[in-house]
């Protein structure tokens, strides 16, 4: 069985501040990986997607996500912080490309101004 | 290019009550899954449905059931309702089994349960 593990369910920052959130996986396949990001009273979106090709993924936003295998992670990471990124960001993964994805328990965003 | 729609997006029940909650994938996906979200967690996977059929199912009690129909929208009802039932349900769908699979859901904006 695959798990998520996202460490810290609140993270705050200034705005402008690098955005670093930390999400460890565990998975007994090379496994799919994703990051969501969920604004209040709405759906997922999707922010990025690791799906074994190359290991720095780059979404939306301008959000990136480095896959390494040795440390079982796939955090995700912005150089600057926007007021608009002030979001609950969830992490997940899936061990094949039939959809069923489990979710870290997720870590809200806080940007101060 | 309509995205996942769901309905309604609020609604409120006593306990032992029954409720049905409703699902139209985006345009031209063929599979759609459920999930609940409770206060403060993530996701947690219900059940997913391809050519009306349940494929796969998450950790959840019989209570809960779905339908998938010919034009792919899907409902999910769940009877003898509990407080513990209280969540945001979220319906997800993909093209998933026609070999297009990366496992990218599109999901709605959720249907928030309150049991009383």
């Known amino acids: 069985a695959q798990s998520v593990t996202q460490l810290g369910s609140h993270v705050s920052v200034s705005e402008g501040a690098l955005v670093l959130l930390r999400c460890n996986y565990s998975?007994?396949?090379?496994?799919?990986l994703f990051w969501y990001v969920q604004y209040p009273n709405q759906g997922l979106q999707l922010l990025l997607k690791?799906?074994?090709?190359?290991?720095l993924v780059k979404g939306i936003n301008g959000f990136e996500a480095e896959f390494k295998k040795s440390e079982t992670s796939f955090h995700l990471t912005k150089p600057s912080a926007h007021m608009s990124d002030a979001a609950e960001y969830f992490c997940?993964?899936?061990?094949?490309?039939?959809?069923?994805?489990?979710f870290g328990k997720g870590t809200m965003l806080l940007v101060s101004p | 290019d309509a995205g996942v729609t769901q309905s309604p997006t609020h609604l409120i029940k006593t306990r032992g009550q029954q409720v049905t909650l409703r699902c139209s994938p985006k345009?031209?996906?063929?599979?759609v899954s459920w999930y609940q979200q409770a206060l403060g967690q993530g996701p947690q996977f219900i059940f997913q449905?391809?050519?009306?059929?349940?494929?796969q199912r998450g950790n959840f009690p019989d209570r809960f059931s779905g339908h998938q129909f010919p034009n792919y929208s899907s409902e999910l009802n769940v009877n003898a309702l509990l407080l513990g039932d209280s969540a945001l349900y979220l319906c997800?769908?993909?093209?998933?089994?026609?070999?297009?699979?990366?496992?990218?859901?599109?999901f709605g904006e959720g249907s928030r349960l309150t049991v009383l």
């Open positions: 690791y799906t074994s090709a190359a290991t």
């Open positions: 997940a993964v899936s061990v094949s490309g039939y959809s069923t994805l489990t």
């Open positions: 345009s031209g996906h063929d599979t």
């Open positions: 998975s007994s396949v090379p496994p799919y």
């Open positions: 449905y391809y050519e009306e059929e349940e494929r």
């Open positions: 997800a769908s993909s093209l998933v089994f026609r070999g297009a699979g990366t496992g990218e859901l599109f």
